[in-house]
């Protein structure tokens, strides 16, 4: 008899439930519906999302999905962005960090990056996709326990490195520093004309239209770009000559921190502007109140391009806003391993390529590049003293133990000032002039690694597949939460690359000139192993003829990029798929507008394939008229994007760049060879 009864209240909590449910808020198994663990973990959703404003009440934030924990199904939420601020509290269990270490032992160092290996290997392997089922399944998280699984774990690209590290800290009772405030480095001399130029500029501009006086289409251009260049000069993540740390925060001792209710706000204190610092330069500025700030010692010091620099746990950054955490290297070819993560949660892996290098080279105040956290040494005044803390120098890395020896360097600011530059590797087996990630092959693998053009530009057709792929999930999180169904905003953020909000989490520009990079680099490395091949060049393995190298590519990319396939949901729910070949000549005509329908983020041309699109006659117009964004072959944070659709019209930039067609003909490219 209770057994009926018992079905009857799940039967009618449900129904009552599912009558209120938003399908993209409560995404469950129908199974998992029954559980009495996950009924209530129904109604305290919308306990918290009834109670509680946005982002809370709305589905885009915050939600319950299935997921799998060591192979079981189970529900959990889950957040995007800033619904990290719904989780309740039960989900951030009150566990103290309790420092039990004064500093990190040679053991410890190598479970920090057995754990980072193991973590990294799992999202390769599909074994779990965000950091919150990545760090509550045992395959991916080797320090999990069940206190992991009562709490929720978030970050973003650049809180990712800081959560690993300070987690780890946690569980062996390590102390844990980070810089609570950045500023930015005084400007150069050349900087300072440059502004100044760039400033007179803008006033006289400005000082034109106070008098009435009608700009030209190039003015109106001209004036944006000059004020977009002031605007992101006062933001940290793009300062013209980097950042220095002003202020650090630390776990220590006398501590009594609830970890998970600290690691909760790493997304409001950390960003990408912790990274754009090089070193401590040793000097002290007075702000605008006259008081001095002293400069103090950065979270990373500068990683030694070796494996002994290069490691799981070291941090790669590109200083137009990315960070990654190295997982695993391949000491055979040289390749570097990389997970990211992203707004949503969600966590990616890549290989280090030409489009990293690209953001690493540069001026050294950028600090772009490779990173690894920095110890902390314990020190006493006297012998009967109180035990202080320090960040230890660059100069003390090398000498602090035989666990950082040979780690340190600064080779990376020095050899690779500009991408174009060029450095002579030499060992016992070879003496060669390479470029940035060439040299990085050939030291991760001791001078091991040769170039097999064939297998490696079989490779890099894998990648963009899987890449292509990845996009599907970026567009499908979009149009899952009704985006495309939602009126246009009246205008585009004023950087498409670094918006905050539903942008940031939705759009894909910046994911979408990667994508066309990194088939250009496709391209261009065609042209370069064919001069290395004409050149006998002793970086390759012998025994390569042009026309064997033509002949081979070709049929690699007819095997490799034919057989890849790409799909993507359309308005009517069905189900649509091309190969790879066909994705990469839509790539110009594919929108990174989230408010656009999927048939346009998929670069539908055809009127029997956009019959399904929904958009209205004004989304239409927006669709056209963005077409010279879609043409960016580059980041450029400092071009003015903020545009309404009258000043998308007024600059007319409708037509498809035919440059851009011609750098994405691989095709094309292996049969000029």
Known sequence: MSVYFTGFVAAILLFSLNAHANPSAIRIDDELKMQPDVQAMILEYHRIAASRPNPCGDPKYFGIRTVLVDGKKRARYYVDGKGIACIPSRMRPNETWEIKND?????????????????????????????????????????????????????????????????????????????????????????????????????????????????????????????????????????????????????????????????????????????????????????????????????????????????????????????????????????????????????????????????????????????????????????????????????????????????????????????????????????????????????????????DPVGQFRDDVMRLCRNMQYRREAVLAATEKGFHLQEHPPRLPDNIYGAQGEWERYSTPGRDVLFKQRVMAVVDNLKKYRKLIDDRHPLLKPGLSVARFKAEALAAWHEVAGSCRISYRASNGRERSFNLIEAIRRVPYMSFDPYMCPERRFGATSPEELATCTDSPDKREWYVYQQFLRNHMAKDSTAPMGWSLEELKAINGTQVDPKLVERLDVEKAIQNL
């Not at 360097?409 to 016992?428: C, I």
């Open 103 to 451: 500093r990190w032992t040679k053991n410890l160092l190598r479970g920090y990056q057995r754990f980072i290996y193991t973590l990294g290997t799992a999202v390769e392997k599909g074994v779990c996709s965000t950091v919150d089922s990545c760090m509550i399944n045992k395959a991916s998280n080797i320090l999990r326990t069940n206190t992991d699984l009562n709490a929720f774990h978030y970050a973003d690209c650049a809180d990712l490195p800081y959560y690993l590290r300070a987690y780890f800290s946690f569980r062996h009772g390590l102390p844990f520093s980070y810089a609570s405030q950045m500023l930015p480095r005084p400007l150069t001399r050349e900087d300072r004309r440059r502004v100044e130029a760039r400033e007179a500029r803008a006033n006289e501009l400005e000082e034109k239209k106070k008098r009435g006086v009608q700009l030209t289409q190039a003015e109106e251009l001209e004036l944006k770009s000059l004020l977009k260049s002031r605007q992101l000069r006062y933001d940290p993540r793009y300062t013209m000559n980097g950042n220095f740390v002003a202020k650090r925060a630390w776990i220590l001792p006398q501590h009594k921190v609830s970890f998970f209710s600290w690691a909760a706000h790493f997304p409001n204190v950390i960003s990408t502007a912790s990274m754009r610092v090089w070193r401590n330069e040793r000097v002290s500025y007075r702000n605008s109140k006259g008081e001095l700030i002293e400069e103090l010692e950065p979270d990373f010091y500068s990683a030694a391009l070796t494996p002994k620099g290069i490691v799981p746990g070291t941090v790669v950054y590109k200083h137009d806003g990315h960070v990654g955490v190295v997982y695993r290297i391949d000491y055979e070819k040289g390749d570097i391993y990389y997970i990211d993560a992203h707004p949503d949660n969600s966590l990616t892996w890549g290989v280090i390529d030409e489009t990293w290098t690209k953001g690493m080279a540069g001026r050294a105040t950028w600090g772009g590049g490779f990173k690894n956290f920095r110890p902390a040494v314990v020190e006493r005044d006297s012998w009967f003293g109180p035990k202080k803390i320090r960040m230890v120098t660059d100069r003390e890395i090398d000498d602090l133990d035989e666990i950082y020896e040979d780690s340190y360097s600064d080779e990376q600011y020095r050899l690779f000032e500009k991408l174009s530059d060029t450095v002579r590797y030499r060992d016992r087996n070879i003496s060669v002039e390479v470029e940035y990630l060439d040299f990085l092959r050939l030291r991760m693998s001791g001078g091991r690694y040769r170039l």
